[in-house]
């Protein structure tokens, strides 16, 4: 699905409908269980995948999921903030699906204004800058 359009809000809000994400019911259900203790139900979850998606996608999954259960864990317990840069960068999307509405982002401070106009402006660009230096990261490995 590289280089497809995903509906970010609908995943934001836990319904798939039009999210444009191949597998999007199955996923979301296999996450939402992953966050539960009812083994059952991620077993179940974790089949739907596989039948969708197949065994690879199943474990990108799986690591997915995983990951980013650290990754929050760590950043909560620290305190972690967003540096400026990725503030800026990032202003439009954590606006459009309210990520500032986390407990977490009292962690990083508010942008003034002017940083705030500037990440708006940039919004439209940053797909294919973020695919730039994606790929030019790959090139330099």
Do not use: C
């Amino acid at each position: 699905m590289a280089g497809d359009n995903a509906n970010l809000t609908s995943v934001v809000e836990g319904s798939t409908e039009h999210s444009g994400i191949a597998g999007g019911d199955e996923l979301t259900a296999y996450a939402e269980a992953a966050l539960g203790d009812d083994t059952d139900s991620i077993a179940a979850a974790r089949d739907q995948v596989r039948a969708a998606l197949g065994d690879d996608a199943t474990v990108d999954a799986a690591a997915v999921i995983a990951n980013f259960q650290r990754m929050v864990r760590i950043a909560d317990g620290t305190g972690i903030p967003l540096d400026q840069p990725v503030l800026i960068m990032s202003q439009a999307i954590r606006d459009e699906l309210h990520i500032n509405d986390f407990h977490g982002a009292g962690n990083s401070a508010p942008l003034p204004w002017h940083k705030k106009v500037l990440g708006r402006a940039a919004a439209p660009f940053m797909p294919k800058m973020l695919k730039r230096m994606a790929q030019s990261r790959k090139i330099e490995t």
